[in-house]
């Protein structure tokens, strides 16, 4: 499934790893906030991976709004924002380096606009 090692950079930084990038992703965070809450908080250290793998899970399986909605406890509507924000980040995030993810990124937005 997903690494639990962190790498850091040659500068001694620690990366964000493509878990927490979902997690932060689908959840309306940035990063560096989630890096911030995400040891002291039970929500985001426990609940909201497991969230982010049941939408890893119903995006395989195509799972309904409703069925979603269930898992993640919020209404179906949620549910499917919460599933769109997931694969656009899975999408953007497959790219190895910080300037083809935003590359990506701005292609997908303006795509969608």
Not at 30 to 52: D, N
Not at 56 to 70: F, G, H, L, M
Request: glycine letters at 4%; aromatic letters at 10%; one cysteine or more.
């Amino acid at each position: 499934m997903y690494s639990k090692v962190s790498k850091r950079t040659s500068e001694g930084k620690r990366r964000v790893r493509i878990e927490e990038r979902h997690i932060a992703d689908v959840f309306g965070l940035t990063y560096r906030e989630f890096a911030g809450v995400r040891s002291t908080h039970y929500q985001w250290r426990l609940l909201a991976p497991e969230a982010v793998q049941n939408l890893r899970r119903a995006e395989i399986e195509r799972w309904s709004p409703e069925k979603i909605a269930e898992y993640l406890n919020c209404d179906a509507q949620e549910a499917a924002q919460k599933l769109r924000r997931y694969i656009m980040s899975r999408h953007v995030n497959e790219e190895e380096n910080t300037p083809e993810r935003i590359t990506v990124l701005f292609q997908e937005w303006l795509g969608s606009v």
